[in-house]
């Protein structure tokens, strides 16, 4: 009876040391579970701030980089901006992720940025290059990839670059890619480079119209430019200033009143 007593006891009492240990380890997983925890919070913020800083190095960086293009050819910096500009109205368009639209806004951005390689004498001629001028010219597309190949966070916007003059139908250059050997936003490039070719005003010659440039568009669909992609240009644009004229639409004299 004693030991019965005593077993219960010595139950109770082991039971709640054996307690007391459980909740020493269970509060000592916690802590050590609470401190790994906070560690790890820690370590990812200051991963986080380390990308943020290093984001912003580079973003500096990059802005220098186009400063130089502004510096050297003012027309070629205002296309590269509608460029990128027209390229992201397209991405929203095929809903493209933001990486990717923003991979396709910097190499928008970047595509020409090797004319600051090409001679004054002839990135600013007003009138037609000769031939060999416009080989010289050519070579762009190869020197913008060479000023960006070696920025690591550059990779693909230099590839993007290469090959923004490569034509869906295999003639263009500099390595006559074919179809959809040419990567996605090279081809994107090209299509929204043409459309802003067309339609900027330059020294010599006034801009044209939108409709001009979705017919000029659709004429060499399949041969210089990607027709699917053409066709998806043209819709999300056409889209694009449908809303712009819906949101500036003037109250007294209603839709579809422009002046000529
Ligand atoms: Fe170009």
């Known amino acids: 009876m004693g030991i019965a007593k005593k077993r219960p006891e010595l139950k109770i009492i082991h039971s709640t040391q054996d307690e007391s240990k459980r909740r020493e380890d269970d509060s000592s997983n916690i802590n050590n579970e609470t401190t790994s925890t906070f560690a790890l919070y820690e370590l990812g913020k200051s991963l986080s701030d380390q990308m943020q800083e290093t ?6 960086a990059a802005k220098c980089i186009l400063k130089a293009l502004d510096c050297k050819d003012k027309y070629t910096y205002g296309h590269s901006i509608r460029v990128a500009h027209y390229c992201l109205v397209l991405s929203g368009h095929l809903g493209l992720s933001e990486d990717e639209a923003y991979e396709l806004e910097l190499s928008a951005l970047f595509h020409d940025v090797g004319k600051i390689g090409i001679s004054d004498n002839i990135l600013c001629k007003p009138g037609k290059l000769t031939p060999e001028e416009m080989e010289v ?24 670059a290469l090959h923004h003059h490569e034509r869906f139908d295999g003639l263009g250059y500099p390595h ?3 179809g959809v050997e040419i990567p996605l936003f090279s081809r994107i490039i090209l299509i929204s480079d ?6 900027s005003s330059r020294t010599y010659r006034e801009g044209r119209n939108h409709s001009v440039a979705f017919d000029e568009l659709r004429l060499f669909a399949g041969k210089q430019f990607d027709p699917k992609l053409t066709e998806e240009f ?3 644009m056409d889209n694009y200033y449908k809303e712009k004229d819906k949101k500036n639409r003037l109250k007294l004299i209603g839709p579809n009143k422009r002046a000529a």
């Open 234 to 236: 043209i819709a999300a």
């Open 194 to 199: 043409t459309y802003d070719a067309i339609t």
């Open 137 to 160: 010219m050519k070579s762009h597309p190869v020197l913008s990839y060479e000023i960006l190949k070696e920025f690591s966070y550059f990779e693909n916007v230099a590839k993007n």
């Open 55 to 60: 984001l912003k190095v580079f973003e500096m």
């Open 176 to 178: 006559r890619l074919k």
